[in-house]
């Protein structure tokens, strides 16, 4: 009866898909209103402590920082009324604040900004991006206990000005302040909620084009225009819709009945769908890779590790799991991340190609083993959350190390905000792990696994690469830099901590009359304040 049913199914999606979209009800009436899909709920609708990329879309429609992004995606005043006066030596920002309000009417000021960025680096906030903010003058000490708050670099010299000192001159550091993590905080709002602040749409004060006027957990969300923002004549949207969409099949049946404008399809609609007008490909800033725990006994051997690396055909994958929708990766920085200022990173640093190499993988296995003083290789546990397309790929990985190493591998699926705090406890053998690009900067990827980084998930360690990255920081020399962290990624792929998997891309179904809706390569899905349903 089950295999019936999903046949007809099938049937029924398949026929819809080639008879295309019906009608959407969107923009009828006086009301503009846009309706989108996302696979997961967000995690973390606190600012100090988000780190996912659906919560940092959420915020990055409802909340603005210092800096933000024009209709052209150019770096653009948003809190700050003008672009900020720097010191010559490059390290001074100073920032003056426009007329902004939070949706209760209170004025947005300076304060709010030094309190949000000191909370989320107070070390019991526990914030796992607290690194980004490490480039201000005493962050790193003060989130580790060592210097109190006082001495961080960030001060409101008065309501409307803020001033910001940094150790080094940092050139990505404007582009840094549209990340949700520098968005501000009021103080007194923050402490009146408590343990309930963020966790529900009115436990929350807004002062972005939007507001989250609804939330119903694990279903879907809404925004409404955000009546009290500075900018609100540019805003056209009164309303954007998102339901949870855990498949690809039930987003594209959603879209061709006209209750979604735009969804996000998988590898066989994607293949499938291809030719439609409304088909549309986006190339993102971001990377799918697998992680090894080197608490686990089995891959602190790097032999071990780099005959998992050499034991799966990546470009298989992405044929047959991606539908050569995104292609292989061997880097860990991906395409379109900036280089010198005329190339891009990836222009500069050439991928080093490896072909799978089951004969090899198992030579190195079988050493891996013996210097492990193991006859057997363990069960390895594979983790993962519960996306359609991650499951296919733990399942690709598994069939291809049973068979090229013999190594026996279970999956462990888990609802997205189990399986983030699974993988920061580092509760895994192997994860499937993703990382995207919150801002456009090669260093933003290569940080990710210095020894002390809080997404270092395995655990590696290697004293040259460290050495490597804090050289590449300390230069104001673009090309300088970018040839460091290029060494530093060799380093990385040589020794398999981890093995890149595919450059993500995506693919939707997106309607025509969705004009100006934003999916920017690096930082959140969707920009929506220019968007408009004509």
């Known amino acids: ?187 007194a709002f923050v402490e009146k909620m408590g343990n309930r602040y963020a966790k529900e749409a009115d436990t929350l004060l807004y002062n972005g084009p939007f507001k989250l006027a609804q939330w119903k957990h694990n279903s879907g969300w809404k925004y409404v225009k955000n009546d009290r923002y500075w900018d609100k004549d540019r805003v056209k949207l009164d309303e954007v819709s998102w339901k949870v969409v855990k498949d690809p099949a039930t987003g594209v049946n959603l879209y061709n009945t006209g209750e979604l404008d735009v969804t996000k399809l998988g590898g066989d609609f994607s293949s499938r769908l291809k030719g439609r007008k409304d088909f549309k490909p986006v190339t993102g800033a971001s990377l799918g890779y697998l992680v090894m725990n080197q608490e686990q006994k089995l891959f602190s051997n790097e032999k071990i590790r780099r005959a998992v690396a050499a034991a799966i055909d990546r470009e298989a994958h992405s044929k047959v799991v991606l539908k050569d929708v995104a292609p292989a990766a061997y880097g860990f920085v991906p395409p379109g991340i900036t280089g010198d200022g005329e190339k891009t990173f990836r222009e500069v640093v050439a991928e080093r190609k490896s072909e799978t190499d089951p004969a090899k993988a198992k030579k190195w296995f079988r050493g891996g083993l013996q210097e492990l003083g193991l006859k057997k290789a363990p069960v390895i546990e594979y983790l993962t959350d519960g996306t359609e397309l991650n499951r296919k790929t733990a399942e690709f990985i598994q069939e291809q190390l049973k068979k090229n190493l013999g190594l026996e591998v279970t999956i462990r699926t888990q609802p997205l905000k189990v399986y983030l705090d699974s993988v920061m406890k580092k509760d895994f053998d192997i994860a499937f792990a993703t990382w995207g690009a919150a801002y456009n900067d090669p260093l933003y990827f290569m940080d990710v696994w210095r020894t002390d980084a809080p997404y270092n998930y395995g655990g590696w360690s290697d004293p040259e690469y460290d050495r490597l990255i804090r050289a590449a920081r300390d230069t104001r020399e673009l090309g300088e830099q970018v040839r460091m962290a290029g060494k530093a990624e060799q380093i990385l792929v040589e020794q398999a901590p981890m093995v890149p998997l595919y450059y993500r891309s995506y693919t939707y179904l997106w309607r025509e009359n969705v004009k100006s809706l934003i999916r920017p390569p690096a930082g959140p899905s969707f920009l929506l304040k220019h968007a408009s349903v004509e």
């Not at 995690?43 to 959420?58: C, E, H, N, Q, R």
């Not at 052209?72 to 672009?83: F, N, S």
């Not at 939070?102 to 947005?108: E, F, I, K, R, T």
């Not at 940094?166 to 520098?182: D, G, I």
């Open 1 to 187: 009866m089950k295999k019936i049913g999903w046949i007809f199914m099938a049937v029924t999606l398949i026929l819809s898909a080639c008879n295309g979209p019906a009608p959407s009800e969107s923009g009828k009436g006086d009301q503009k209103v846009l309706r989108m899909s996302e696979e997961q709920e967000p995690p973390m609708l606190d600012s100090a402590k988000s780190s996912d990329g659906i919560s940092f879309t959420v915020l990055a429609n409802t909340m603005e920082g210092l800096m933000t992004f024009d209709s052209r995606q150019r770096l653009a005043p948003g809190v700050a009324k003008e672009m900020p006066k720097v010191s010559r030596d490059g390290k001074i920002y100073t920032f003056h604040l426009r007329d902004a309000r939070w949706s209760d009417g209170s004025p947005v000021t300076a304060q709010d900004f030094e309190y949000a960025w000191k909370r989320a680096l107070h070390p019991e906030t526990a914030s796992e991006y607290a690194f980004i903010f490490y480039d201000i003058e005493n962050a790193q000490k003060y989130n580790q206990g060592k210097v109190k708050a006082e001495s961080v670099g960030v001060k409101a010299l008065d309501d409307k000005t803020l001033k910001v000192t940094l150790q080094r001159p940092v050139p990505a550091f404007l582009s840094k302040t549209t990340v949700p993590s520098f968005y501000p905080q009021k103080k």
